[in-house]
């Protein structure tokens, strides 16, 4: 993922977790709270050479699709509740823009 933070460190105190098997995996049965951060921290050690991960949007929230040999394996999406702060980049300096 983009930014200067992992997403480990960017998680709400209060940040929880819904997961949705389906039946033909595992998956959390009740929300996950301070669980979270630790669960992603050690997805990401476990995770394959062959993973990749690419930023998307689903249901009209910012989210990821996490890719396994080119297949889709997973795929998260993330509520913003609040706006902590905001970086305004363009307008007069549209030279800046370019590498976007």
Known sequence: MR????????????????SDGGGKVSAAIHPLGP??????????????????I???????????AI???????TVMNFLIAGITNIRYSGGAEPDKLRHL
């Open 67 to 73: 890719y396994i040999d080119g297949k889709l394996n």
């Open 35 to 52: 669980a979270v951060a630790a669960l992603f921290a050690g997805l990401g050690r476990k995770r394959p050479p062959n993973t990749e």
């Open 3 to 18: 930014g200067d933070r992992p997403l480990v460190q960017m998680l709400s105190e209060d940040v929880q977790l819904w």
């Open 54 to 64: 690419k930023l998307r949007e689903y249901n009209g929230a910012p989210g990821i």
